[in-house]
């Protein structure tokens, strides 16, 4: 099958498709969409690998989220389509080693994460150093298992860019991380942004783009040839759709906004992008 897109990171094990999943992966398939469905504990990582495993034009990806470490709740405005109603609940999961390298074994496996630091929401009564602490301790064993199954990483960083450039050079110093990886829903500036190209990683775009014009300029000033476009879904929908449930389909949303920032036509940024995505998960 040939892949018009690649939504690079989305959420489609998620219970946000518990009612219309086939639906939704229908609609994408339709498309020409490709999608890598990435997960963040162990059981949406099992799931992940199940769904990759059952359907065409699906991947995977495993790991242990940061926000995962510690058990928390909160809602989050920028991510949820109703923060009024809904909101974040995560459990306490501690990195099992065993458990993932087992995934990550797996043929439709093609990335390990998303891992990394996030310093954004800090979960209450327990030492904020401590839990930073956890998170790069998090980090280190998923470089290891990276490492170990010579796969990519896709990175979560949130807050926390010092700190996540910074491991992420000495790994690579030390020669790990030969597949490198990417820095996935990228809000940072255009200084980070260009720190992580010179490690040799990629930068990829959300909804965010279609409606922050600070996160334009970074974007404009960066080569498409290092760029990939995702939605994660259900979150941080683009514009045209903003504050619904997102779906892999509008990723073509944001292929729109990077094609007309980056002063390139729809197709002309199609082909790079999908090429970039094509070889980073070596598809």
């Known amino acids: 099958m040939e892949y018009q897109l690649f939504d690079t990171h989305s959420h489609l094990q998620f219970a946000a498709y518990r009612a219309d999943r086939d639906e939704v992966i229908e609609r994408t398939q339709a498309a020409g969409v490709g999608v890598i469905v990435v997960g963040s504990q162990s059981t949406t990582s099992q799931a992940a690998v199940d769904l990759a495993k059952t359907h065409e034009g699906i991947w995977a990806a495993v790991g242990l989220h940061p926000n995962h470490l510690h058990a928390q709740e909160f809602v989050d405005e920028n991510e949820l389509s109703n923060p009024e109603t809904e909101h974040v609940k995560t459990r306490s999961e501690v990195f099992d080693h065993d458990f993932y390298v087992a995934l990550a074994k797996e043929e439709k496996v093609v990335a390990i994460g998303e891992f990394g630091l996030d310093y954004y929401r800090l979960p209450e009564g327990i030492d904020p150093e401590q839990v930073r602490d956890d998170q790069k301790k998090n980090v280190l064993a998923h470089f290891a298992l990276a490492n170990e199954v010579e796969k990519p990483v896709i990175i979560h960083c949130r807050d926390a860019h010092k700190d996540q450039y910074e491991m992420l050079r000495q790994e690579i110093e030390a020669g790990g991380l030969k597949r490198r990886g990417v820095i996935h829903c990228f809000t940072g500036t255009l200084e980070e ?6 490690l040799g990683f990629l930068i ?3 909804g965010i783009l279609t409606f922050s014009k600070t996160l334009q300029e970074v974007a404009k000033n960066l080569p498409i040839e290092s760029l990939m476009i995702e939605t994660d879904a259900p ?5 045209p759709y903003r504050g619904q449930r997102n779906e892999p389909l509008y990723v073509k949303e944001i292929l729109k906004t990077l094609a007309q920032i980056q002063s390139l036509t729809y197709e002309e940024a199609q082909k790079i992008t999908t090429e970039n995505a094509k070889r980073f998960f070596e598809i």
Do not use: E, N, V
């Open 193 to 198: 942004a260009k720190q992580y190209l010179g």
């Open 204 to 206: 990829s775009f959300t």
């Open 235 to 239: 979150y941080l929908a683009p514009g």
